[in-house]
Every structure is written in C-alpha cells, then in structure tokens.
C-alpha cells in the first residue's frame, strides 16, 4: 500500500542500484523522477530496466503488460528542479564523498518537501555523508540494500552518531515497508553495518577453513548448502540458539571461540590468487577458488535468484 505522505520518490544516480530501485518504486505505482548524470544512457537503463520486468514475468509473477504500465510512473532527468515535490530521495551514485556532498547541497536548494535523503552507500556512515551539509543535515541517513534491491527484502537504516535523524529514519523506515522491504534500523553506526559484517565473519572463517588445511572450498559451500543456511531462511539465529538452550550454546562457544580466525586483513588464500590473475569468475583465467570455465552462467544466475522470487508479491499498480 503507498504510503499516504509520498506523491514522489526521487533516485539519483542510475546503475546497478538505482534501476533496481526504480523497479521497486514504480512497481509499487509511485510517481518515481530518476536524475541521471549522463542522458545518452537513458535508453541502457530503460533496456535494464525492461529486463527486471521481462525476468519476473518470466517467473509468471505478473502480466505480461506490467512493464509497460510500471514504466509509465517512472521519468529521466538531468534537471534537480525535478525532485522539488518528492518527500524521499534515494541517492546511488558512486561511492565518491565529495560527489555526493555535492548532491546534497542541491537537494537543500532544490528540494523544499523532502523529509529523508537515503543513500544506499555501503562504505560511509551517514557522519560522513552529512559533514557538509546545511538545513537537511538531519534527513541524511543510510539506507543500504542487498543488490538487486527490488529482489531482496532487507534495508538496513542508520543515523549519524549524535542522533537528529530519528523522524528521517522512521519515514524511510514506512516507506520502505510500503515498498514490500524488511528495514531496520540500526541504534548506532558501524562500519559494514549488520549484514557484511555478518557475511564476512563467515567469509573469514570460510578462509581460515581452507587455509588451515581443514577442508576445501567446495567442502564449505556444501556444508552451508546442506546445513544451516536453509534453517535461516524461516527463522533467526537468535531463535535458533533460544530455542536450543543457551547452557549447550555456552560450552560450544568456549569449545569453538579460541580457534576462530582474528585475522584484520585479507589472508593468502585471497592475495595470493590475485597475484597471479585468478580474481574469479570475470577473470582472464576464469578461475578463482572455483574453475568457471565452460560453466553456465545463465543457469548460475537462475540459482542466485531463485531464492528471492517469493518475496515478489507487490500491489502492482494500473495503467495511468
């Protein structure tokens, strides 16, 4: 259901966030104004943007005439006076401070209505983003998705340190759920916020696994393939070890703690690899820690997405 105090969602910056977004927004029947820095790529974001539509379709997710009426909600521009009637703005331009600093100064002269400016930035907290700032140095936050954000449901919301941002966070916060999310908010900034530095404490550990000589990387995928990684998509980790009794979690932890990995910096089993060009799958060689050659990737694609296609049950809006 749109949120009864938006007539416009305003994203700034096209890309690999920002068409996913517009799918969002518009697939949801808001008034979206998309501001590009580059008009002679209007008609690539348009085809991308047609291509979001074409999978869900594909996935028998709506008709086949969506992407045409979704697409009547959405406008191109260079112009910020554009974004003058939109209460939120989702900036998702290149992770460049002074370029985004530079956005905001013409969201305060432009943009009289709008009560949230959310970058989707992964790298700076909202301290940073709002340093510059004048009037709307409380309406900056963070709002950061997991790519394509018109997939996957999670935003995580956060404030500068000194606190102001509350009413900003709560808007996006109901905006967001609007759109089909699942936010929160976060009491405070941390770099990475939860879900990195969740991903990468396990990304860690996945290294110190193979580079111990325990296992190999294919052992690790099967093992979060096959084991407790489906648990998780129904319930959390904190339910999880409730519900277990945290008197055996206690003995574990005092087990398994002392032989985690503390490294604070990439390991071997990364630099070593990119020394010698095997970067992953985009790689000359095609090779990483799994060999991609002759594998196919579109088959790879529909195994990434299929996970996400049942969180895809919008209000979908009519034709105008």
């Known amino acids: 259901m749109i949120h009864k105090e938006v007539t416009k969602i305003g994203i700034i910056g ?38 979001y539509f074409k999978q869900m379709i594909d996935q028998k997710l709506m008709p086949a005439s969506q992407t045409e009426i979704c697409a009547k909600y959405v406008t191109y521009t260079t112009n910020y006076d554009d974004l003058s009637e939109c209460e939120i703005i989702f900036e998702c331009v290149t992770e460049n401070l002074e370029l985004k600093h530079n956005i905001y100064a013409q969201i305060e002269q432009k943009c009289p209505k709008v009560r949230a400016i959310a970058s989707v930035s992964s790298s700076f907290v909202p301290d940073a983003l709002a340093e510059k700032a004048d009037k709307y140095k409380d309406r900056i936050i963070v709002a950061h998705p997991f790519n394509p954000a018109h997939m996957v449901p999670y935003f995580e919301l956060c404030g500068t340190s000194g606190g102001g941002s509350e009413n900003a966070l709560q808007f996006a916060k109901e905006v967001l759920e609007s759109l089909d999310r699942k936010p929160v908010i976060l009491k405070k900034p941390a770099p990475g916020f939860i879900g990195n530095r969740l991903q990468f404490a396990l990304w860690r550990e996945a290294l110190n696994l193979i580079e111990s000589g325990i296992c190999d990387p294919k052992d690790v995928d099967t093992c979060l393939n096959f084991s407790f990684c489906p648990r998780y998509t129904s319930i959390g980790i904190f339910e999880h070890f409730d519900n277990g009794g945290l008197k055996l979690n206690i003995t ?16 071997a089993a990364i630099t070593d690899r ?47």
Request: proline share 6%.
């Open 252 to 267: 574990t932890c005092d087990t398994v703690f002392p032989t985690l990995s503390n490294i604070d910096k990439a390991p």
């Open 274 to 320: 990119i020394e010698r060009g095997d970067t992953g799958a985009r790689a000359d060689s095609k090779t990483g820690f799994y060999d991609w050659n002759g594998v196919d990737m579109d088959a790879y694609k529909e195994r990434v997405n299929a996970p996400y296609w049942n969180f895809i049950n919008w209000d979908l809006p009519c034709d105008k």
């Open 14 to 51: 096209m890309g690999m966030i920002g068409d996913s977004m517009s799918v969002l927004t518009s697939g949801h029947g808001y008034e979206t104004v998309c501001v590009v820095r580059r008009p002679e790529m209007i008609p690539e974001y348009k085809e991308t943007y047609n291509n």
